[in-house]
């Protein structure tokens, strides 16, 4: 009910903005108005209603309701492997944070050692 009447108004909204004087083609509705029955389709029209037609609010609201029931279900079977996935990936992080440290740590002593054997050799 709600699509019909959607398409009712973009067509009544195309009739408006196709209707032009001497045969002139409207722009970028691929309508032209020479006297042919129907009017010609062009893939950009095609795509500007279908855009048009996504953009409306009854359609937002329609699609919400539909995804909504769909995501709060796959959220709810799949809710305790995403705490398992966070909690590795917290894991990993602090295990390379932890290799970073080492790694500085033993960066710090390897200069001071060939400092002091450059020394030496000197």
Partial sequence: ??????????????????????????????????GENAATITESSIAYHCI??????EIKKEMSAIINPIMDYFLKQIHIYLYFFLFFIFISFVLHLGVLFLLLKYNI?????????NKLQL
């Fill in 109 to 117: 002593r390897f200069k001071k050692l060939y400092n002091k054997l």
């Fill in 52 to 57: 048009n037609f996504l953009k409306s609010e």
């Fill in 1 to 34: 009910m709600v699509f019909k009447h959607i398409r009712m108004k973009n067509c009544k909204a195309q009739k408006s903005k196709g209707e032009t004087s001497k045969g002139e083609t409207s722009k970028g509705m691929g309508v032209t108005s020479k």
